[in-house]
């Protein structure tokens, strides 16, 4: 889902923030026994600094008391509208106008954010939003419904913008993607704190997109002064959140510092450091000599077990809005064949993937929406392990000795997607189905995927934004979409009503409809086989405070929250 960003962006980055003064000394990296984080966290950097909070008579940020969490590489850009994949900064420096509270019971719901309440039209096309007026940027000037303007028309019409999917919907908006216009013809700006957006349909999911980091609110005055260092330059990348970003040293850390102005209240930490840690042994190293408070163990899969038996109270595990999923390619005989289909389902023991790959930790699916999505279906037919009914559909279908197939695999994946391809491939064998694993360095297996060419893989969507919408629509919306992602799913009836359900306005009606439409692509076509979803799990030290995993279960943290006990 995440798409990787340029890599002569990230030479032209490098080389503005040599210009800029931002040092770059390489990643520090360490492990040991003593219990788990600890410390004070203190860390110094040399580098530029954006001053303010914390700023020494040096120059530098004392960043003593700092909470200190890592990631595996350095970011390419603070700027939203330029990246898909690093949003663990943005999420603290920006605001968007609504956000995803998770509730008690494990659902989550859109609640207002910088805008505090909004009005939709009787036919769901307008939506008026009225601004907090209490909310100022990191330089003192207030937000205002023209910082909005800009932000989105910045969104979809900036150069290399890409996320602009999320703005789509909007009256205008493909015009000024496609350069055709200048402005955004739905946004209509009513006074400072008041203005309307326009869709030109009807799209339930609308405010969901709004809460995505893609979509944060820049000052125009700011941004526009900025220039083409926004998103690079702290000093000069301001948002409203409740953190400021104070210092990059390049490839070695991001120093964040407390906003004393945030509308919610002041965070409780003074400040954050994100060290980059690309080795994994360091980043163990690291946590358990207490030099680290957090550690993403998506970096560690090796260590789940071990550091859930030794700090059993310090792994924090959220679950992951993401579906894997196991493809077959509708073009490609014989999987025109809804029995040979089927049987691909039944063969495959999802449990035991599961298991072997993750310890066990997520849970099965049976569609396309996974547990925690709003719209998540708990009634759909349980897809069960049934090798001996496999080998019968396959019998009847005409493939008693079963067949050949190809499974492509993506050169640039993780060891445990591989070896989940094996088990897979073993399990097909099983059945009769001779499975060859291709492997395809990834600009050849994306350029595969997105011709409608692929045999079979496997991958994993994970939401952008808490709507069925961002699941169903992206691979059933539309005969392009089935084709982007090699499923060539031919139902065009089906195709249709997954995009007129887009703008079925009453919530239970469309989740109703979302409901009939995945028990029919999945449960009755066997368009593809759902495999799991997985917790995503942390280690945290015990002096951290209020940790949670992030709504979608991705490793973005918001530090916003978050405290520290000595």
């Known amino acids: 889902m995440k798409k990787r960003f340029s890599l002569v962006l990230a030479a032209v980055m490098a080389a503005s923030l040599a210009a800029a003064g931002c040092g770059g000394n390489g990643g520090g990296t360490t492990e040991s026994t003593a219990a788990s984080g600890g410390g004070d966290g203190s860390v110094e950097a040399e580098s530029s600094s954006a001053g303010g909070s914390g700023e020494s008579a040096s120059g530098k940020i004392d960043t003593a008391g700092f909470l200190v969490a890592c990631l595996n590489s350095d970011i390419q850009t603070a700027d939203v509208h330029k990246t898909t994949k690093d949003y663990e900064l943005p999420m603290n420096i920006y605001d968007c106008l609504v956000s995803v509270e998770v509730k008690d019971d494990g659902s989550s719901e859109v609640v207002p954010a910088l805008a505090e309440s909004w009005e939709i039209s009787d036919d769901a096309r307008t939506y008026t939003f009225h601004l907090r007026q209490d909310v ?53 700006t009513v006074d400072d704190y008041t203005f309307n957006i326009t869709l030109s349909e009807p799209y339930a999911g609308f405010l969901a997109c709004l809460s995505t980091p893609g979509c944060s609110i820049y000052s125009e005055k700011a941004t526009e002064a900025a220039g083409d260092q926004f998103g690079l330059e702290p000093s000069l990348t301001i948002g409203t959140g409740p953190f400021k970003f104070a210092e990059w040293t390049l490839n070695d850390q991001l120093v964040l510092v407390r906003n004393e102005d945030y509308w919610k209240g002041a965070s409780q930490l003074p400040g954050v450091v994100v ?90 699916e049976n569609g396309i929406f996974p547990h925690g999505l709003y719209g998540f279906n708990e009634n759909l037919p349980v897809i069960e392990y049934d090798p001996e009914g496999a080998k019968a559909l396959l019998a009847e279908a005409g493939y ?50 997105k011709a409608g060419e692929m045999g079979s893989f496997m991958s994993t969507w994970t939401a952008d934004y808490n709507d069925p919408d961002n699941f169903i629509y992206t691979f059933f919306g539309s005969a392009e979409n089935t084709k982007l992602r090699s499923l060539n799913y031919p139902d065009a009836e089906v195709i249709e009503r997954v995009k007129k359900a887009r703008s079925i306005v009453d919530p239970d009606e469309r989740v109703a409809e979302y409901h009939a439409l995945e028990e029919k692509i999945v449960s009755e076509d066997a368009a593809w086989v759902p495999m799991y979803s997985r917790l995503h799990p942390f280690a945290v030290s015990k002096r951290v405070q209020g940790f949670k995993v992030s709504w979608s279960g991705l490793g973005d943290v918001y530090f916003y929250g978050l405290s520290l006990s000595e």
Do not use: C
């Open 275 to 364: 060290k980059i840690v690309p080795d994994t042994e360091t980043q163990r190293m690291m946590f358990e000599n207490g030099q680290l408070d957090i550690v993403d163990m998506d970096y560690l899969p090796d260590a789940v077990d071990d550091f859930t038996s030794r700090y059993p109270d310090q792994i924090i595990s959220g679950p992951r809005l993401g579906t894997t999923y196991f493809t077959m390619n509708q073009n490609i005989e014989p999987f025109q064949d809804v029995k040979v289909r089927k049987a691909v389902q039944m063969a495959i023991d999802r449990q035991s993937v599961l298991d072997a790959m993750y310890g066990g930790r997520g849970q099965l």
């Open 136 to 188: 100022t940027f990191h330089n003192g000037d207030p937000l205002k419904a023209s910082d909005v303007e800009y932000s989105f028309n910045r969104q979809l019409s900036t150069e290399g913008a890409v996320n602009t999917d999320f703005l789509a919907q909007i009256a205008g908006a493909n015009e000024l993607i496609e350069g055709t216009a200048d402005k955004l013809e739905g946004f209509e």
């Open 400 to 449: 008693p000795n079963g067949f050949d197939m190809e499974i492509d695999a993506d050169s640039s994946a993780s060891d445990a997607v591989n070896q989940a391809l094996e088990i897979i491939q073993a399990q097909l064998g099983e059945i009769g189905i001779n499975a060859e694993i291709k492997t395809m360095d990834e600009s050849t297996w994306l350029a595969t995927r």
